[in-house]
């Protein structure tokens, strides 16, 4: 049966083709790949050089080695990534700057987004820019502080052709360190810019959404498409 190599690179190809071999001896040589030695045993059978394809695939890095010895079939394809788990459940947020992605799958909308928050503000720098934003903007209640969020949303698949999602400050909720909501800050206009926004698949729109927090909560989470029962979505850290 003959044997079959399964490349599925083609910078593989490039790269294989590129290394050296030097003699040391009528039947010593050495490997050279990317100008560096590669200790391995390289043969020479009927005036061709043979080097093991493993010891190749381990010194690039990035690539699988599987040999199946009942069809023997050496296959090389590149590595898979392990999918982050990263702002996925209440327990591991997302920092800030730090992108985490989502499919939302219910009776209203079908799509899927990835969402980073950017930047967060709160206390008197918050309350300064929501009065420069409005100045009918009242003061938060008493025990509580203005927190200002700064959210980036990218859409980037829709289950219908050319449908907007809508994305809103009242599509995020801001949850206490200790697990209960907090309300959105509906009536208080936003600084620009604002995050709401209609978007079709591949459009983006980064703004700032408002909330308010208790002084003395000193590490709230901002949550994102959660299911009914609070399980679910992505979560995200303002801090």
């Known amino acids: 049966m003959k044997k079959k190599i399964f490349i599925i690179s083609t910078v593989m190809l490039l790269i294989l083709a590129s290394f050296t071999l030097g003699s040391y001896a009528a039947t010593k040589y050495t490997l050279k790949l990317d100008g560096k030695v590669v200790k391995t045993d390289v043969r020479e059978i009927n005036g061709t050089l043979y080097a093991p394809i493993k010891t190749i695939t381990d010194f690039i890095g990035g690539l699988d080695y599987n040999y ?21 459940a209440r327990s591991n947020p997302a920092p800030l700057k730090t992108k985490a992605s989502i499919s939302i799958d219910n009776i209203i909308e079908k799509y899927s987004a990835t969402i980073s928050v950017d930047e967060a503000i709160r206390g008197e720098e918050a309350w300064k820019l929501i009065q420069e934003a409005n100045q009918f903007n009242s003061e938060a209640v008493s025990g509580f502080e203005y927190l200002l969020a700064k959210i980036s949303v990218t859409v980037t698949k829709t289950a219908k052709t050319d449908a907007q999602i809508s994305i809103s400050g009242g599509s995020f909720t801001l949850v206490s ?36 927090v208790q002084k003395d909560d000193s590490a709230p989470l901002l949550a994102f498409g959660r299911k009914y029962d609070g399980t679910g979505g992505i979560w995200f850290k303002v801090k």
């Open 68 to 88: 199946d010895k009942k069809t023997e079939t050496i296959a090389i394809t590149p590595k898979t990534a392990p999918k982050s788990n990263i702002g996925l």
């Open 177 to 212: 360190t200790t697990g209960k909501d907090y309300g959105y800050a509906a009536f208080a206009v936003s600084p620009d810019p604002k995050l709401d926004s209609n978007l079709y698949t591949g459009a983006s729109n980064t703004g700032w959404a408002v909330f308010q």
